[in-house]
């Protein structure tokens, strides 16, 4: 199976969440194994998200000024990594939320989360290890209520892998 | 997460609910209505029955179903066509519980939108048309 070679929809992509009360998270190395991550990305550890946010790396740019020159020069510097704010429908009896609960009350908890994203014959997938920050829950008349909560990734940790 | 759920318990409950709300007044679902035989009686249609679909591969990844039901109250005495409705409104708008008795589900809230009321020369009959939108947790 391999890495998946045509677009994605959005709609392909899930989200995974080691389990576990006081998880050790991936080392950097196993961020990039395949074995490590789908021993994590299976149904049992899935967030059941609404949708899943954008990941990656935020941008970070210092600019000079280079004498003589007409322009400045732009260098990118130190980027955070991407924070990830997730709506998820809330049920109160779902395991993993009330773990990511659990973690926002906690706020040092570090566990891995996985992100992948399928064409149905192959997959991709982004790992990172990450702290819960914000976790609240919508509860507006109208529409499910929704259960919040932002992930703020430790930088350096993340992995790609694939099933190639 | 949410399984889909099954539009006949939704059609079982609402035809329970009407008649329990509207006895002795007949409830018909559409494809029965019978307007040559009774001075009075009710109809309702189902639609927007759809529960969101979330990201994923896991099918039963969705929201909350949020279908809604139109009555149509016939009568051919308007009186008797707006003290149903506003029975109707009494019992149906802001409920929330058990719908569609012991086999039912329940539901969080039922919000009833009066949509307007009308008069049919041919049939002879008065009209009025409510729309009733229920929340259904999963």
Redesign the interface.
């Known amino acids: 199976m391999p890495l998946p070679s045509k677009i994605l929809p959005?709609?392909?992509?899930?989200?995974y969440a080691q389990p576990g009360a006081s998880p050790t998270a991936l080392t950097a190395a196993q961020l990039t194994t395949l074995a490590s991550i789908t021993a994590i990305a299976i149904?049992g550890n899935?967030l059941?998200?609404?949708?899943?946010p954008a990941f990656g790396q935020d941008d970070a740019v210092a600019s000079f000024t280079v004498a003589g020159s007409r322009q400045s020069d732009k260098i990118p510097s130190q980027a955070a990594p991407t924070s990830l704010t997730v709506t998820a429908?809330w049920?109160p009896s779902?395991t993993v939320i009330t773990q990511v609960r659990t973690d926002a009350y906690s706020g040092i908890t570090e566990r891995t989360y996985i992100i992948s994203a399928?064409d149905g014959t192959g997959t991709i997938y982004y790992a990172f290890n990450g702290r819960v920050g914000e976790f609240k829950i919508d509860a507006q008349?109208?529409?499910?209520a929704k259960a919040v909560f932002t992930i703020h990734p430790r930088g350096n940790l993340y992995g790609w892998t694939n099933t190639a | 997460?949410?399984t889909q759920q099954n539009p006949v318990q939704y059609a079982n409950a609402i035809q329970y609910q009407l008649i329990n709300i509207v006895t002795p007044v007949p409830v018909y679902a559409n494809f029965n209505r019978n307007w040559a035989t009774e001075p009075t009686f009710l109809t309702w249609q189902l639609r927007n029955v759809h529960q969101?679909v979330?990201?994923?591969?896991?099918q039963n990844?969705k929201?909350?179903d949020?279908p809604i039901f139109q009555i149509s109250i016939f009568s051919q005495v308007m009186n008797t066509a707006f003290g149903l409705a506003n029975t109707i409104l009494q019992s149906l708008h802001g409920y929330s519980g058990l719908f569609g008795g012991a086999s039912g589900f329940q539901i969080s809230?039922a919000d009833v939108m009066w949509l307007y009321n009308s008069y049919d020369n041919t049939l002879g009959l008065h009209q009025i048309f409510l729309d009733c939108t229920i929340?259904i947790?999963?």
């Open positions: 959005g709609f392909s992509a899930a989200m149904s899935l059941n998200v609404e949708a899943v429908a049920n779902d399928t008349p109208g529409a499910e | 997460m949410a969101p979330y990201t994923g591969q896991n990844n929201g909350i949020r809230k929340d947790p999963t």
